[in-house]
């Protein structure tokens, strides 16, 4: 099974911008769909945004549209959660979560069989 190790969370202002990495060990990289969600206090587990193997299918959350872009380099096996104009609602720990899939990637959290321990995101209004 793939291994996720999450990295680039921090403080911010508001209006901000931050870039998490979600860098991956294990073989079983390879035709992995990957996922970012969120979890704030109290709160469920929120999807963010999602990517295809080979990137061709992006998805995110209605509250990140416009303003988060999920990529990946394949040979570095990382992908990444560019978030710009953050606000203090995105404060929450940011998780990475893959699952082997070739096709369009999921949005729940179950569909994923991969998490990282996340890296917390403070927003600072």
């Known amino acids: 099974q793939v291994q996720l190790a999450e990295s680039g969370g921090g403080l911010v202002q508001s209006g901000g911008s931050l870039r998490l990495s979600c860098a991956a060990s294990?073989?079983?990289?390879?035709?992995?769909?990957v996922g970012w969600f969120r979890q704030a206090p109290g709160k469920e587990r929120e999807f963010v945004a999602a990517?295809?193997?080979?990137?061709?299918?992006?998805l995110y959350g209605d509250s990140v549209k416009g303003r988060f872009t999920i990529s990946r380099d394949n040979a570095k096996k990382t992908v990444y959660l560019q978030m710009n104009s953050l606000k203090s609602e995105d404060t929450a720990v940011y998780y990475c979560?893959?699952?082997?899939?070739?096709?369009?990637?999921?949005?729940?959290?179950?569909?994923?069989?991969?998490w990282g321990q996340g890296t917390q995101v403070t927003v600072s209004s």
């Open positions: 979560a893959a699952k082997s899939f070739y096709g369009v990637p999921g949005t729940q959290v179950g569909w994923y069989d991969a």
């Open positions: 294990g073989r079983t990289y390879s035709g992995c769909a």
């Open positions: 990517i295809s193997w080979i990137g061709l299918s992006l």
